[in-house]
């Protein structure tokens, strides 16, 4: 369960006016100082890499959360705001989103990008630095939740998920999108090679290298479609209208996975 305790801060005009509140988070400090490293670049290199194709997937996430004009939102692992930029043009003025990640610098990216398009919707979205596995809100008070490429990135999956349906009102869905880990020997031939001589190359030429071989680590680390399914179950979700976690091979370039659950 989260704490009551509760700071806050700004961070510097030269970065963003924005508000954050801020939390402890009980992670591993290189993972964050990754994540920190690669912000300035992060959204380049999704567009290049994917060939933009990231883009509609996060769209079908957001639209698999269920999210409606006046729900209250959360965006878990939110980097520098897409799916929370998505959630709020469907919650609208009257609803709210909040984007968490642990990463500062992903956050104060987030938080430029939300002033410098100045949507009227966009004043809905708060931004958070916090931790996925111990999340600063009240059981049952979040109407729809989303998590675009953060699961193979916490350190416990077990307890993230624990902690998301802890918050999730009755009912209610929750959205993941990220790579999974390929079963097939042809599909983990295909990934495994568009890692290493086109994604780890590209990142080179932005001095990234290093970090961007952490991506293949991470998948082939990460739990297979059954495998999450499992977890999932056991955890008391359910599938939605009986959908589960499916991957594709986009163009033969990504395989990914969709999960959409209900609490």
């Not at 567009?47 to 883009?55: A, K, P, T």
């Not at 006046?70 to 043009?89: E, K, P, T, Y």
């Not at 410098?116 to 931004?127: A, F, G, Q, T, V």
């Amino acid at each position: 369960m989260a704490s009551s305790l509760q700071l806050q801060f700004r961070l510097s005009p030269s970065t963003t006016p924005a508000l954050l509140r801020h939390r402890p988070i009980q992670c591993a400090t290189d993972r964050r100082a990754l994540f920190d490293r690669i912000a300035p670049v992060y959204d380049n290199l999704n567009d290049l890499l994917s060939l933009g194709q990231h883009r509609i997937w996060k769209r079908m996430a957001v639209s698999w959360s269920g999210a409606k004009a006046g729900d209250c939102v959360l965006d878990i692992c939110c980097g520098s705001g897409d799916l929370a930029f998505l959630l709020s043009q469907k919650v609208g003025s009257n609803g709210k989103v909040t984007g968490l990640d642990f990463s500062r610098q992903q956050l104060s990216i987030a938080s430029s990008r939300q002033t410098s398009l100045s949507r009227p919707c966009y004043k809905n979205i708060e931004w958070v630095e916090g931790d996925a596995l111990n999340l600063p809100f009240s059981d049952g008070s979040v109407d729809a939740i989303t998590m675009g490429y953060g699961l193979r990135n916490v350190l416990d999956k077990r307890k993230a998920l624990e902690e998301m349906l802890r918050v999730l009102k009755e009912g209610s869905k929750l959205s993941i999108l990220d790579f999974s880990k390929a079963t097939q020997p042809t599909t983990a031939s295909i990934q495994e090679w568009m890692i290493n001589n086109i994604v780890v190359p590209v990142a080179s030429g932005y001095g990234l290298a290093e970090d961007y071989k952490y991506l293949s680590k991470s998948i082939s680390e990460f739990s297979t479609g059954k495998e999450l399914e499992k977890l999932a179950l056991e955890m008391g979700f359910m599938f939605c209208l009986g959908s589960k976690l499916w991957n594709l091979t986009i163009v033969r370039i990504w395989c990914f996975g969709f999960m959409s659950l209900m609490h």
